[in-house]
């Protein structure tokens, strides 16, 4: 176990960052390749939120890699509904981290864990901020893969950035974060930590891979079955998917897994090869609006 991973609310001695200008407050959850923790940002005095590479992947160049492109994406998509970076370092131990605004609410997941489906007005609401995200990244944002500066792209150097689409991968409402506002919930879009770089002019992918990156429940056909020229569409299935489930508190191919386990490998053959049941015929359907 990294021994940042046993760090709560009452240590206050890890900082990280220039003149330790971040100080780890507690750790707010951790995936593949990375830990994120609350932090507090002493220069400017706000909380944010810092992901730092795993002490036990940090001899992997190839995972090295493959966070570095992950800050890199989430630092060139200025949106809004994206999560937004705002510096990023290494520590004296040599692990890269990157720092990201602080998020308070839930996840999209989490709401649906309590509510099961949602009401249409509130789901056209939702989904039309998670297109605004993902229209940002799949119309294309001029990207360095060389330097990973976040303000880098700001005034691009033709020589050094190109136009670029990214394709996340792993749309999911585990990755749609809802912020509470007096106008309603904010949509942030996060983790782009598989997510796909398309060249805008050419059919060069990078980031691309033989086997499946993502979640199998939301994982379009063309992903699951591993193509090497997977572009936005994908993204779109899944959020077709997830559409779905807010409105019904289903899936579209009658599993019911709020109530029941359902394996990876049955969301493999669903999705790759399973015709989906129209909304129209789930068991709400009564519930709205036929026209």
């Given at each position: ?163 670029v689409k990214v394709v996340h991968r792993d749309l ?120």
């Amino acid at each position: 176990m990294d021994h940042l991973e046993t760090i709560n609310s009452n240590s206050s001695h890890y900082w990280i960052g220039e003149d330790k200008r971040y100080r780890l407050v507690d750790r707010l959850g951790g995936g593949g390749m990375g830990n994120v923790y609350l932090a507090m940002d002493t220069r400017l005095g706000k909380p944010v939120a810092l992901k730092l590479l795993k002490e036990s992947l940090a001899d992997d160049e190839s995972i090295r890699v493959r966070f570095e492109w992950e800050l890199a994406i989430c630092a060139a998509l200025k949106s809004q509904h994206i999560v937004q970076v705002s510096d990023y370092g290494v520590t004296p131990q040599g692990y890269p981290f990157y720092v990201m605004e602080y998020l308070e609410g839930q996840t999209l997941g989490q709401l649906l864990s309590q509510t099961k489906k949602l009401p249409p007005q509130q789901v056209c609401q939702l989904v039309t901020q998670i297109c605004a995200g993902l229209q940002v990244a799949h119309e294309g944002v001029m990207f360095s893969g060389e330097r990973i500066d976040p303000n880098d792209c700001a005034a691009p150097n033709p020589q050094k950035c190109d136009l670029v689409k990214v394709v996340h991968r792993d749309l999911k409402p585990e990755n749609i974060f809802l912020v509470p506002t007096a106008l309603g919930d904010l949509v942030k879009i996060i983790d782009f930590g598989i997510a796909k770089i398309r060249h805008f002019h050419t059919a060069d992918y990078t980031n691309a891979t033989n086997f499946f990156l993502g979640t199998c429940h939301y994982a379009s056909p063309e992903q699951i079955k591993g193509a090497k020229n997977l572009d936005e569409r994908s993204d779109i299935y899944s959020l077709g998917l997830i559409i779905y489930e807010m409105l019904s508190g289903f899936d579209p191919f009658g599993f019911n897994f709020r109530q029941n386990r359902v394996s990876g490998e049955e969301w493999i053959v669903a999705n790759a090869s399973t015709t989906p049941q129209p909304l129209r015929s789930s068991p709400i359907a009564n519930s709205y609006p036929q026209n």
